[in-house]
C-alpha cells in the first residue's frame, strides 16, 4: 500500500469492523454507536452495497452520505425506506432476522462477558457506566454480534467482569480492538490476529486475562486504498481518530 492511503489505528478498526459484515446481510445499531456507523456506511460503499441498515433513530436504509457527531443525529432519517422503531428492531433480532451488531462495553472478559452496568455491585455500585440499552437480549438473539473495545487495556480486557451486562454462553464471539482480532468463549481467549503495531508482548501486557496465541501469529491485513478512500470521505470531519487508541 502507497503512503499516500497508510491507514490510521482508526481506520484499520473501522476496516476490520466493516469486513465482518456481509453483502445482502441486515445490520443494526443502538445509541453510541459512531464506529458502527461508519463501518456500515463503508461496507456499504465498497463490498457490501446490497446490506439492509436499520438505525436506532428509527430508519430503515437512511442514505449515510458522513459520519455525523451523534449516533441518534436526526439526519440520519434522510433518505429512509421506510420508519423502524425499536419495537419491531427487537422483533426482527427475535425472529432471528437480525445477521450483525457491533457492541461495546466498559469491561469485557475471556469468557465474552461484557459489562455496561457498573463497577461495584448492582446492589453496591460504586460508578455507573452508560447501560445496557437493550443489548442483553439482543446480542444473544443476533446471528453475529462483534464485541469492539477502540481502546484496549487491562481496565477492560479484565479476568472476570464486575456486573454481566450481557452474556452469550452457547456460542464463542469476535472481538474487535485497537491492537488486534480474538476470539472469546467458554473454551477463553483466542488472538486470530495482531494489529502491524502491535506485537504478541503488547497484547498480553494490555489484556487482563490469559491469552492463547498461535506459534505464527497473523498480522491483520491493511485495508485496501478503495476501503481507506470510503473511510475518510465519509468521516470528514475524521471523528474516528478521537475514538480509537491513544
Not at 37 to 52: E, F, G, K, Y
Amino acid at each position: 500500500m502507497s503512503a499516500e492511503v497508510s491507514p490510521t489505528r482508526a481506520e484499520l478498526l473501522v476496516a476490520c469492523m466493516a469486513a465482518e459484515i456481509e453483502d445482502g446481510a441486515v445490520v443494526a445499531t443502538g445509541v453510541a454507536s459512531p464506529l458502527a456507523i461508519l463501518a456500515i456506511a463503508v461496507a456499504r460503499a465498497t463490498h457490501a452495497p446490497h446490506l439492509t441498515y436499520i438505525a436506532c433513530v428509527g430508519a430503515l436504509d437512511p442514505e449515510l452520505r458522513e459520519l455525523l457527531p451523534s449516533s441518534e443525529d436526526l439526519g440520519y432519517l434522510e433518505g429512509r425506506s421506510a420508519d423502524v422503531s425499536i419495537p419491531e428492531l427487537f422483533d426482527h433480532a427475535r425472529r432471528g432476522r437480525i445477521d450483525t451488531v457491533f457492541f461495546g462495553a466498559a469491561e469485557v472478559d475471556s469468557a465474552g462477558q461484557t459489562n455496561m452496568t457498573a463497577s461495584g455491585s448492582l446492589s453496591r455500585p460504586r460508578s455507573k457506566f452508560p447501560g445496557v440499552a437493550g443489548a442483553a437480549t439482543l446480542r444473544q438473539w443476533v446471528r453475529r454480534p462483534v464485541l469492539v473495545v477502540p481502546r484496549q487495556s487491562r481496565r477492560n480486557l479484565v479476568p472476570e467482569v464486575q456486573v454481566a451486562t450481557t452474556r452469550d454462553a452457547g456460542r464463542p464471539v469476535r472481538l474487535l480492538s485497537d491492537l488486534g482480532t480474538f476470539e472469546l468463549g467458554p473454551a477463553g481467549a483466542r488472538v486470530l490476529s495482531r494489529h502491524p503495531w502491535a506485537t504478541a508482548e503488547v497484547l498480553e501486557e494490555r489484556t487482563g486475562f490469559p491469552l492463547t496465541l498461535p506459534p505464527a501469529l497473523p498480522v491483520t491485513p491493511l485495508p485496501d486504498a478503495r476501503t481507506v478512500a470510503a473511510i475518510r470521505a465519509l468521516d470528514p470531519r475524521n471523528l474516528r481518530d478521537a475514538l480509537v487508541g491513544g
